[in-house]
């Protein structure tokens, strides 16, 4: 309702297509700024207190809006403002609402309960918008803003219900910006997560082109008021509510690259087909359709991302994915916006459909971590160092040494192994890594690798999964001695 009440109002205020689409930019440009930052914050801090200020501030923002709407006292940039402060809030939510799924559900349910999240999601995107058209037809758009101020009251008091299994206090806190640099340290490193990414920013740049310029559409094109507009928007959701009914079976049948692969090719057609039809019932026909390929790509690159990622790091990285899909599509807004402001509407979505199906094509080689081949549960194998005198937490840096006999023959399998180790390595805190072979004894080999402090690398101790476990062991079955390979400690002189 608030999506249909902003694009409709902007399009009486600001009535040209770039302006229209900057509603689109201030709802998800916010995650574009802070989207990192807040998944740090949901991984630092009770992600239900997080979740508790974050839902009373969007609906303070909301309510602001609605009043001022309301009073007739809201113009272009006054919208724009309060719509960012609304995207500020979702943006902070964002990352906790997600990361808090696992904590409520066995994992082998994860990505059922992923797709029965996006049905309930996709069922208010279905009847909010037509509900919505249908407030701001009969009342007002300010009507519209206040009754999403007042939805933020159930949310509330969920939450403020909810008995959250308190989390015990880490030993080695961590900071805000280092939590921040861990999270992208930790995407860098992690090629599950980069197929992820780039699938989800090929699709929604080109995706954002009908969410941005679908109210110039009803209202130019198809010649409807703001309830046809509503109800397009709620083709969309319908859509997305088939495509989560039908997705499990569909998972059955085909890989997830395949499917994702395929769903954006879909959605590239019905970009193609908006180009032409001018017929309602085909466009909202049409955006069924859209809504059922919008849904297998979002819920599948979602639950790929989830299902691979550790407790200990899954808001940030979440966060990540957050900042490119609100990202693209606030960037993508801006620039379909300003396509369709020079070259029309039509031709904006005939390009952004040719658009869809070459990232489609370019994309389609990019594999998903498999849930199956994937176990996130802390290993906790490495044992506990013990020192006459302990050092202290901010000590550092610290250099790790892993002392390695290997045969000769075996010597480049050894070192193709411990390429996965170093990614390992890197992503749960290394800064450095290095793999040296003794000059004087070849099948002597010294891992290293070096962290910012000690208690960086105790971290280190807490991150490592039980996937992590299983590539250490591929690596280590080609040591020759009985003993395991010795573990050395180094830290820099105080």
Same mark, same amino acid.
């Given at each position: ?33 802070l989207?990192?930052?807040?998944g ?14 974050t ?127 861990a ?10 997560m980069?197929?992820v990414?780039?699938?989800?920013g ?10 941005s ?26 859509g ?9 079976r ?24 908006? =180009?032409? *039809?001018?017929?309602?019932? %085909?466009? @909202?026909?049409?955006? #069924? &359709?859209? +809504?059922?390929?919008?849904m $297998? ?45 020079? =070259?029309? *509407?039509?031709?904006?979505? %005939?390009? @952004?459909?040719?658009? #869809? &199906?070459? +990232?489609?094509?370019?994309? $389609?080689r990019?594999?998903?971590a ?13 044992p506990?160092?013990h ?23 075996? =010597? ?42 000690w ?40």
């Amino acid at each position: 309702m608030q999506n249909v009440g902003a694009a409709w109002l902007m399009t009486s205020l600001g009535p040209t297509a770039i302006q229209v689409a900057l509603v689109q930019t201030a709802t998800n440009l916010p995650v574009f700024l802070l989207g990192v930052p807040a998944g740090a914050f949901a991984d630092i801090f009770d992600r239900r207190k997080l979740l508790l200020v974050t839902q009373a501030w969007m609906l303070g923002a909301a309510a602001v809006l609605g009043v001022l709407t309301a009073a007739h006292q809201t113009g272009p940039w006054m919208l724009l403002f309060l719509t960012f402060a609304l995207g500020l809030g979702a943006t902070m939510n964002g990352p906790a609402w997600q990361a808090i799924l696992p904590e409520l559900l066995p994992r082998s349910e994860l990505p059922a309960a992923i797709a029965l999240n996006s049905v309930g999601f996709n069922l208010a995107r279905a009847v909010g918008p037509a509900l919505g058209g249908l407030v701001v037809s009969a009342v007002s758009p300010g009507a519209a803003f206040l009754l999403n101020a007042v939805s933020f009251v159930g949310v509330l008091v969920v939450l403020y219900l909810w008995k959250r299994t308190p989390e015990a206090e880490p030993n080695n806190p961590e900071s805000v910006g280092s939590a921040i640099i861990a999270g992208f340290r930790y995407v860098r490193f992690a090629p599950e997560m980069h197929s992820v990414l780039i699938r989800s920013g090929v699709f929604i740049i080109s995706a954002s082109a009908i969410w941005s310029i679908l109210p110039l559409v009803a209202k130019v094109e198809l010649h409807s008021e703001s309830s046809g507009y509503g109800v397009l928007l709620g083709c969309l959701g319908v859509g997305s509510i088939l495509g989560a009914l039908i997705l499990t079976r569909v998972r059955h049948l085909l890989r997830s690259e395949t499917l994702v692969t395929l769903a954006i090719a879909l959605f590239g057609l019905v970009n193609i087909a908006l =180009a032409y *039809l001018q017929n309602f019932s %085909l466009v @909202a026909f049409a955006l #069924l &359709l859209g +809504g059922m390929a919008w849904m $297998a790509v979002n819920s599948t690159l979602n639950t790929v991302a989830q299902t691979s990622l550790p407790a200990w790091v899954r808001a940030r990285a979440l966060g990540v994915y957050l900042l490119v899909f609100q990202g693209a599509m606030a960037l993508g807004s801006v620039f379909w916006g300003e396509i369709a402001s020079r =070259a029309g *509407l039509r031709m904006t979505l %005939l390009t @952004a459909g040719i658009a #869809l &199906l070459v +990232g489609a094509g370019i994309t $389609a080689r990019l594999k998903f971590a498999s849930p199956k081949e994937v176990d996130t549960t802390p290993s906790l194998h490495w044992p506990e160092p013990h020192f006459e005198v302990a050092p202290k937490p901010e000590h550092g840096p610290v250099l790790v040494t892993v002392e390695y006999f290997i045969a000769l023959p075996d =010597a480049g399998g050894f070192a193709q192994a411990m390429k996965r180790v170093e990614r390992i390595r890197r992503r749960d805190g290394a800064i450095q890594w290095g793999l040296f072979q003794d000059a004087a004894m070849p099948g002597r080999f010294i891992e290293s690798f070096m962290v910012e402090s000690w208690a960086e690398h105790l971290r280190q101790h807490e991150r490592i999964t039980v996937t992590d476990r299983r590539f250490e062991e591929m690596a280590r079955v080609f040591h020759q001695r009985e003993e395991p390979p010795a573990v050395t400690h180094w830290i820099a002189a105080q």
